[in-house]
T-cell receptor, first 111, second 113 residues
Framework: GEDVEQSLFLSVREGDSSVINCTYT??????LYWYKQEPGAGLQLLTY?????DMKQDQRLTVLLNKKDKHLSLRIADTQTGDSAIYFC???????????FGQGTTLQVKP | DAGVTQSPTHLIKTRGQQVTLRCSPK?????VSWYQQALGQGPQFIFQ???????QRGNFPDRFSGHQFPNYSSELNVNALLLGDSALYLC????????????FGQGTRLTVV
């Protein structure tokens, strides 16, 4: 089946690292994505990882993929108040244009 | 590069009416997908258009239909609006019918009263 799950809320202090977790069920996914959504806005593509990779780093962002456990995480180093938003994990199914989204994790960054 | 643009940004319709939402894809992209995001939820896939045809469809009724034009822009039409159709409608563009690097527009907020 197609299902993506995320924890709903995470609160961190400014300057700390944030880790947002996601699990998915479909083993045919080719890419896994992280999107950011600020209030009243659309989705901003943060980063994505190909399903045969274990890790991808992009400046303050680190994505880890455990394909065996179908677990994806997004680490944000030196979290800033501007990182406060809802973060969505999504899987892209093989040979399709369809993305399956989780329900989003609200990240609250306290000064 | 203007990115993905959607119009209008906000819309209020009465139950039973019909609505048309519009999307222009990012430059260089030829594929448009539509998503519905209810309040507090993740986006749900409605359908995708590539080469002016509907290639895939999510679990949405036939009241939801679409179209893609030769310039790759797209429309989403919803007939016989229900209160439950109130949501943020997001358009995503990508290349060649795939989901790689799908970029989203800012969305159209539809309120059905």
């Amino acid at each position: 089946g197609e299902d993506v799950e995320q924890s709903l809320f995470l609160s961190v202090r400014e300057g700390d690292s944030s880790v947002i977790n996601c699990t998915y069920t479909d083993s045919s996914s080719t890419y896994l994505y992280w999107y950011k959504q600020e209030p009243g806005a659309g989705l901003q593509l943060l980063t994505y990882i190909f399903s045969n990779m274990d890790m991808k780093q992009d400046q303050r962002l680190t994505v880890l993929l455990n394909k065996k456990d179908k677990h994806l995480s997004l680490r944000i180093a030196d979290t800033q108040t501007g990182d406060s938003a809802i973060y969505f994990c999504a899987e892209g199914l093989r040979n399709t244009g369809k993305l399956i989204f989780g329900q989003g994790t609200t990240l609250q960054v306290k000064p | 590069d203007a990115g993905v643009t959607q119009s209008p940004t906000h819309l209020i319709k009465t139950r039973g009416q019909q609505v048309t939402l519009r999307c222009s894809p990012k430059s260089g992209h030829d594929t448009v997908s539509w998503y519905q995001q209810a309040l507090g939820q993740g986006p749900q896939f409605i359908f995708q258009y590539y080469e002016e045809e509907e290639r895939q469809r999510g679990n949405f009724p036939d009241r939801f239909s679409g179209h893609q034009f030769p310039n790759y822009s797209s429309e989403l039409n919803v007939n016989a609006l229900l209160l439950g159709d109130s949501a943020l409608y997001l358009c995503a563009s990508s290349r060649e019918g795939m989901n790689t690097e799908a970029f989203f527009g800012q969305g159209t907020r539809l309120t059905v009263v």
